[in-house]
């Protein structure tokens, strides 16, 4: 029984290190911790977090130190019309 839990432990361990770069932020925008191989990916990264709303990543900053982050804004799409969306009371 040990042995399980045991190799259950190592292989979470394993994928722990695996995982996204944790990514913080919401619809308007968010930024990515700085690493030489996050920075390689942010454009990728930054779009799919975009994508989830509908929108398009813009990288605004990137500051190549470590314990800094890579900015970035999620902007719509070039052509984009914005329909007028006002609250109606119910009568």
Request: proline share 5%.
């Amino acid at each position: 029984m040990w042995k399980a839990r045991l190799l259950v432990f190592v292989l979470a361990s394993l994928s722990a290190g695996c995982a996204s770069p944790g990514i913080t932020g919401n619809e308007t925008g968010g930024i990515i911790p700085w690493s030489p191989e996050n920075e390689r990916a942010a454009f990728n990264l930054s779009d799919a977090h975009c994508g989830q709303y509908g929108m398009m990543a813009k990288v605004t900053s990137v500051y190549r130190q470590p314990g800094h982050y890579i900015a970035f804004a999620c902007v719509l799409p070039r052509g984009y019309i914005a329909r007028d969306r006002t609250l109606r009371s119910r009568s």
